[in-house]
């Protein structure tokens, strides 16, 4: 009988003992995570309480991640107030991303051509889809004057990367302009006829070539271009 008494007793004290195995190595983790100086934070959870116990792996059911939960954003009971979202543990409102961007579930995107939130926020575009002032739009549906090029609607008239056709680069300081890349000088001793001019020579003015200063002065002369 006394044996079985001590086995009782022992039974009851295990049973009372915090288990800190498991937890205590989550907190440590959990800690790191979402403290700069996690030392306080894991030193109390040697000793089942403070932040990890609050609202972290240690509490019943599990915690918050303090660097995203709005209601739990950079301290335990912390709550981002008017629909705020929660990055890098500080409370964001709508109004704290940059210009043309929206917050969208803590995340600051253009919501005229993020085609994850096209127009507002959570709006996906279906596969192949782009997203144009705000709208998703199919391979034709691109607004007047834009082509489709590689999943974005571009201007082929003035695109650089996308000049006269989808993936024609233009030179390093180069523009574009009329779907034609143009170098912005010549070098010395020649002149630029640029494009735009009609005429026998309008082939030369369309591809903006460099002529030297005599054929220029010539060209000017015979057929009225205006090369400079």
């Not at 409102?93 to 939130?117: E, K, L, P, R």
């Not at 959570?122 to 199919?138: A, D, H, R, V, Y």
């Not at 680069?169 to 779907?179: P, Q």
């Given at each position: ?149 590689a999943g974005q609607c571009v201007n082929t008239m003035t695109d650089v990367n996308n000049c006269g056709t989808c ?62």
């Amino acid at each position: 009988m006394k044996g079985l008494l001590i086995l009782a007793s022992l039974a009851v004290a295990v049973t009372a003992a915090p288990q800190s195995g498991n937890s205590n190595s989550d907190c440590a983790q959990w800690c790191a995570a979402n403290f700069p100086q996690p030392g306080s934070c894991t030193s109390q959870a040697t000793q089942n309480k403070g932040p990890c116990y609050d609202c972290g792996p240690g509490k019943s059911p599990p915690g918050a991640n303090l660097m995203t939960d709005p209601k739990n954003c950079g301290a335990c009971g912390n709550p981002c107030t008017g629909g705020g979202s929660c990055v890098a543990g500080k409370c964001q409102t709508q109004n704290q991303c940059s210009d043309g961007q929206n917050n969208c579930a803590g995340q600051c995107v253009n919501t005229m051509t993020d085609v994850n939130n096209c127009g507002t926020c959570g709006t996906k575009c279906s596969n192949g889809q782009t997203c144009s002032n705000g709208k998703c739009q199919t391979q034709n549906q691109c607004s007047g004057g834009q082509n489709n090029c590689a999943g974005q609607c571009v201007n082929t008239m003035t695109d650089v990367n996308n000049c006269g056709t989808c993936g024609t680069k233009c030179d390093t300081g180069a523009t574009c302009s009329n779907g034609w890349c143009q170098t912005p000088t010549c070098t010395d001793g020649k002149t630029k006829c640029p494009t735009g001019h009609p005429g026998p020579l309008s082939l030369i003015n369309v591809f903006d070539l460099c002529v030297r200063d005599l054929v220029a002065m010539l060209l000017n002369l015979a057929f009225e271009t205006t090369c400079w």
